[in-house]
């Protein structure tokens, strides 16, 4: 979906240092989410956020954290990067774009972020 | 808990159907989808189905649901070289923020 970018597409980085990814949409889409992609695990959620200001927790949070000071970006930060997040990060949006149940329940995924930590 | 569970490959031949098989653990799941990853790609949405439906077809993609076994395919007809891909199934609940729960992904490949 070209309205969800992600920044940086690719980036390495030492252990122990901070690193955040931007995803940036321009959809109106109220609900965003931050994935992890790695092999054998499909994607697992890590944080989402319903609203301005308005974060939860996902399934393998330990080690990130978000922030979403306006509706159309959503910030992952790793505060001090390890290897095993080492990943691919995808950003998703949904909901408040289009209309009908459909498109509330729809997420529209960016093109995602390689992660590589040394 | 929330689990899905996919088969890891599948290979057919050029314009033979092809059937991705998944299994999802929670009852109260409300809708379940199909994703389409394509290499170095974010997902696309496929297809999706809404829980009180049996079968939903689209073009060359039908979805089956079976809810008393919680058993979701997805049919391709006529398979193209342009079908290989990973494709995830997907329950969401009706939570407050609709997340998604993926399966591990099935990577299907077409042999010419």
């Known amino acids: 979906d070209a309205g969800i970018t992600q920044s940086p597409r690719h980036k390495v980085t030492e252990t122990g240092t901070p690193v955040t990814l931007r995803c940036h949409q321009t959809?109106?889409?109220?609900?965003m989410y931050w994935y992890r992609q790695d092999p054998g695990h499909g994607l697992r959620l890590i944080h989402y956020?319903?609203?301005?200001?308005?974060?939860d927790k996902g399934e393998v949070s330990d080690g990130y954290s978000v922030s979403r000071s306006k509706t159309e970006d959503f910030l992952l930060t790793l505060e001090s990067a390890t290897s095993s997040q080492t990943s691919v990060y995808f950003c998703?949006?949904?909901?408040?774009?289009?209309?009908?149940?459909?498109?509330?329940?729809?997420?529209?995924f960016g093109p995602g972020t390689r992660l590589t930590v040394l | 808990g929330e689990d899905v569970e996919q088969s890891l490959f599948l290979s057919v031949r050029e314009g033979d159907s092809s059937v991705i098989n998944c299994t999802y653990t929670?009852?109260?799941?409300?809708?379940l989808y199909w994703y389409k990853q394509e290499p170095g790609a974010g997902l696309q949405l496929l297809t999706y189905?809404?829980?009180?439906?049996d079968m939903k077809q689209d073009q060359r993609l039908t979805v089956l649901l079976n809810k008393k076994d919680k058993h979701l395919s997805l049919r391709i007809a006529d398979t193209q070289t342009g079908d290989s891909a990973i494709y995830f199934c997907?329950?969401?609940?009706?939570?407050?923020?609709?997340?998604?729960?993926f399966g591990s992904g099935t990577q299907l490949t077409v042999l010419p």
């Open positions: 189905i809404f829980s009180n439906m």
């Open positions: 956020s319903y609203g301005v200001k308005d974060t």
């Open positions: 997907a329950e969401s609940m009706s939570g407050s923020a609709r997340q998604l729960t």
């Open positions: 959809e109106n889409h109220r609900y």
């Open positions: 929670d009852s109260s799941s409300t809708y």
């Open positions: 998703a949006g949904g909901g408040g774009s289009g209309g009908g149940a459909s498109s509330y329940n729809e997420q529209f």
